[in-house]
């Protein structure tokens, strides 16, 4: 496959379809059917640079972060199309009512813009779903609804920041970091 040659318009809308089927399955909570858009479900998430792989980490994913932000949606900015995968711009927007991994729920509402790549194998499988956002402007969002001035706030605050603390020192997925640039040979 050239990486210089889109495929046809029926491979280009049928991707879409799916893309859009995998978005509208991730909001209603039908896990079944967002996972069967994959024959092997693999998230990456570049800015925690982690990868959830398989069933069972993509399923505990989808319930830790609906246990975060159990209302989540999106807004769609853009599609576009590649050579070998969809890419979306979103608004990714939720509450923040259960724990966020160890970060405490501040009821605060977050809308962060992200960009998502499906990526597709040369038999037109869905591979890959690589989400790249920006942490801190979630956080910001969190902790920015928290009332700094009475001591429930500060003490949500507190909690937040260990949270926080505790969060950070995890190691990225080797298969995140380890990467080899592409042979640009003409």
Not at 3 to 7: E, H, N
Not at 17 to 35: G, I, N, T, Y
Not at 152 to 166: D, E, H, M, Q, Y
Not at 168 to 176: F, Y
């Given at each position: 496959m050239s990486?210089?040659?889109?495929?046809s318009e029926?491979?280009l809308?049928?991707?879409e379809?799916?893309?859009?089927?995998?978005?509208?399955?991730?909001?209603?909570?039908?896990?079944?059917?967002?996972?069967e858009?994959?024959?092997h479900?693999?998230?990456?998430?570049?800015?925690?640079?982690?990868v959830?792989?398989?069933?069972?980490?993509?399923?505990?994913?989808?319930?830790?972060?609906?246990?975060?932000?159990?209302?989540?949606?999106?807004?769609?900015?853009?599609?576009?199309?590649?050579?070998?995968?969809?890419?979306?711009?979103?608004?990714l927007?939720?509450?923040h009512?259960?724990?966020?991994?160890?970060?405490?729920?501040?009821?605060?509402r977050h809308?962060?813009?992200m960009?998502?790549?499906?990526?597709?194998?040369?038999?037109?499988?869905?591979?890959?779903?690589?989400i790249?956002?920006?942490?801190?402007?979630?956080?910001?969002?969190?902790?920015?609804?928290?009332?700094?001035?009475?001591p429930?706030?500060?003490?949500?605050?507190?909690?937040?920041?260990?949270?926080?603390?505790?969060m950070?020192?995890?190691?990225?997925?080797?298969?995140?970091?380890?990467?080899?640039?592409?042979?640009?040979?003409?």
């Open positions: 990486r210089f040659v889109l495929p029926d491979v809308r049928a991707r379809k799916l893309v859009l089927d995998h978005f509208r399955d991730e909001v209603r909570q039908d896990w079944d059917a967002a996972l858009t994959f024959p479900p693999h998230y990456e998430l570049i800015a925690q640079m982690t959830h792989d398989g069933d069972g980490e993509v399923r505990e994913y989808y319930h830790d972060t609906r246990v975060a932000f159990p209302d989540q949606n999106h807004e769609i900015i853009a599609f576009r199309h590649s050579v070998d995968a969809v890419i979306v711009e979103f608004w927007l939720g509450t009512k259960g724990p966020l991994g160890k970060i405490p729920p501040t009821g605060s809308r962060t813009r960009t998502a790549y499906f990526i597709f194998d040369e038999q037109e499988n869905l591979v890959t779903e690589r790249y956002f920006d942490q801190l402007t979630i956080v910001k969002q969190l902790v920015g609804g928290i009332d700094k001035r009475g429930r706030g500060l003490l949500k605050l507190g909690r937040v920041i260990k949270g926080l603390l505790a950070s020192g995890s190691a990225p997925d080797p298969r995140l970091a380890e990467t080899t640039p592409p042979d640009f040979v003409h």
